[in-house]
């Protein structure tokens, strides 16, 4: 456990030091999302809500889900795919240490990094432009805290889990884009998934991404209420260990056809 | 009880048939066509502990294929393949505690991190008592001179450096075992000299065990008791170097400056293949004619200023076996 928290440690000190990137990041992402809340503006009109999301709410959603990008990696991660590409694995596998938890710890220092950077600022940011909806109440608060946390482990165990098609696959670049644009529209990232049919909704809960992206908007901004919220974080846990169990399976399985590139 | 004992053990790759050109494309998405690569094939052997074996052989050889199945990294096709008494891929974690590994020609170490962060990690990833993993420091510190770039992030090290770098990191846990892939590729003559004699002084003092790739012949010459040749997959000779020397070595070669001039320098027993001025240069056969003998009869005819026996460079041995097949 010692070794996890060294590891999250160096991790985040390494992404501090990728300051102009995050800069680079933040300001993208803030500058996009006045766009996508304009989009809103234009779209209510004068509607006060849309299916249960006031603008405010609507708005709010589309703060949230910029300044969550950085820290649940939204748009890419090949970080593991290109150390199997570049053979740069054997030297992780050399070392007695559980490989899963090795790019966790250093997912998390990353996560951190981006949270405090890329996420609270564009929060703040937009503190200043816009009226947001505040999560109200010490339950909802650590609510919201809780189910942040699980959306970074649903997102980490399903990276961990597509990046793990290049023990297959000699380029495995197009797989994992096809499933990270999968993941913006069924996670509710492009639209919050309650403008859509119903039938639309129920695929996508059929899948890991709302509970990494939408579980949390929706506890946020009160869209879930009481019982639903403990059903949802149940839901959510539930991913985590499903991802986790198939990520282990998978590992395994590509481990024994590992050919290792070059030396 | 052998450290490393292993039994017809072999690899097998397959490799797809690749059709050309724009059909081809399609082709290839259908076609499962292969043939069968056999990277290693049928070797056997064991290594004592404390040993150091050189583990030579051309490109595409089979030697890589082979340390990655010792290292733990590659699952075998067939064979038994036991390491400290555990099958390395197996029981990967456990292994690996025990084992270090350099590989010339990329990092074990954190590429972005100061050098001294990697080390630190590797002390929490190998669960380094303190006591040992000082005092390890502070002798590498010392024998491999870290001092001038431990605080260095990784990527802005010299090659001589990063290797230095890269074999404290590989000893930290006092391993039993190390295995070297090409550890002086690409370095100055001091560098290599002085990556040899760390080597040298980690097998006496420690008794490490130590398997050692490379193309460079004069690290095996240097460091190695025993060599391995390996090719297209075989293990073509297992044995002590001089055997090899013995065996393949061809002819030993004289160098002679004289005193004066003559008219002819022939002698008996050994052919002249170079003369330049007063220094001429004979062959002669091991087995036909002692040193001793040869340099007894040129002085009993000429007067001699100066001579110089010269031994087959184990660069040309190899090279012959390698090229003209000896040990098939």
Redo the contacts between chains.
Sequence with gaps: M??FW??TK?SFQ?HL?YRTAALAGLMTNFFFGILRAAIFVALYDLQTEVEGITLEGAITYAALGQAMIGYLSLFSWFELMNTIY???I??D??????YFGFWMAQDLGRAAVNFALRGVTVMIGYAFIFDLVWPRGVTRIFAVAVSLLLSWLISFSWRFLINLFSFWTPNARGILRFFFVLSWFFSGFLMPLRFFPQWVISISYLMPFPHMFNTVIEIYLGVLKGPEIILALFHQVLWVLGLILAGQLVLRLG??????L?? | MSIISVSGLSKY?KVFKHHRGGLGAIRNLFSRQHSIVRAVDDISFEIEPGELVGYIGPNGAGK?TTI?ML?????PTSGELLVNDLIP?KE???Y??R?G?V?G????L?W??PVI?SL???Q????IPKENFEANLEEFHETLELGPFLDTPVRALSLGQRMRADLCAALLHNPDLLFL?EPTIGLDVVAKERIRQFIQKINHERNTTVILTTHDLSDVEKLCQRVMIIDQGKLLFDGELSRLKDKFGGQRELVVDFSEEYRTYEIAGATITAQTDLQVTYAFERGMITASELIGRLSAKYRIRDLEVREPEIEETVRRIYEERLLE
């Excluded at chain 2, 290292?71 to 699952?75: M, Y």
């Excluded at chain 2, 020609?105 to 074990?108: D, L, N, S, W």
């Design positions: 010692r070794l060294q590891l160096t390494r030091t570049t053979g740069d054997a030297s596998l050399l070392k007695p240490m559980n481990i024994r056809r590992l050919v290792i070059g030396g | 790759f890589s990655k290292t733990g990294l590659l699952v891929w990967r974690q456990t690996v505690a084992v590994a590989f020609q990329r990092t074990t954190w972005d991190l962060e630190n990690l590797l929490h990833i190998y669960k892939d």
